[in-house]
């Protein structure tokens, strides 16, 4: 049964988040509320562990969440079932949008998605940083790391890099 469900959960993931990967997070936040496989907290760290190793964020999250939830098999079971919506629907589109690319509707379709990806983004980074607001070692982190962005202007992998190795060294000495 809890592998019909991660095939549903991801399934819809895959079909109905536009936007790349951290279109997933609401997704998976009310994955998380829904059925408890992991916390918000682990969610966080979840995102985080996606954000910093190769591939696409939103597959690394299922694949993650899937391992969570119920193991290797869950993992290869949720991350299929995460990228076959698009899979299918790239074939599809991509036979229609050729010949419809500059209709009206199609036009305007891709236009409002944009803002209410965006906007279901925002309204789960709140509640996520709502669990970590009282990290202080994260903040502090987090405050550090953005002085820097702002004063050198290197690369964001950089920072992605440095931030992942600072979080998992304060893990191995303050774990959860």
């Known amino acids: 049964m809890i592998y019909l469900l991660l095939i549903y959960e991801f399934f819809k993931i895959g079909l109905f988040s536009?936007?790349?990967?951290?279109?997933?997070?609401?997704?998976?936040?009310?994955?998380?509320?829904?059925?408890?496989?992991?916390?918000?907290?682990?969610?966080?760290?979840?995102?985080?562990?996606a954000s910093i190793t190769p591939g696409p964020v939103g597959i690394n999250v299922a694949t993650y969440a899937g391992l969570k939830t119920a193991g290797v098999l869950g993992?290869?079971?949720?991350?299929?079932?995460?990228?076959?919506?698009?899979?299918?629907?790239?074939?599809?589109?991509?036979?229609?949008?050729?010949?419809y690319?500059?209709?009206?509707?199609?036009?305007?379709?891709?236009?409002?998605?944009?803002?209410?990806?965006?906007?279901?983004?925002?309204?789960?980074?709140?509640?996520?940083?709502?669990?970590?607001?009282?990290?202080?070692?994260?903040?502090?982190?987090?405050?550090?790391?953005l002085l820097l962005s702002i004063k050198s202007k290197k690369d964001t992998i950089f920072y992605m890099v440095i931030a992942g190795v600072c979080g998992a060294l304060i893990y191995l000495f303050n774990p959860l």
């Open 18 to 49: 536009f936007g790349g990967g951290y279109a997933t997070i609401p997704f998976l936040y009310n994955i998380s509320e829904t059925y408890g496989w992991y916390s918000v907290k682990e969610l966080t760290h979840m995102i985080a562990i």
């Open 101 to 145: 690319s500059e209709n009206f509707c199609v036009k305007s379709l891709l236009e409002t998605l944009k803002p209410i990806s965006c906007a279901l983004l925002i309204s789960v980074g709140i509640e996520l940083l709502k669990t970590e607001l009282f990290n202080i070692k994260a903040l502090i982190l987090l405050s550090v790391l």
């Open 75 to 99: 993992s290869i079971v949720a991350t299929i079932a995460e990228i076959l919506p698009s899979f299918i629907l790239v074939i599809i589109v991509s036979k229609l949008l050729k010949k």
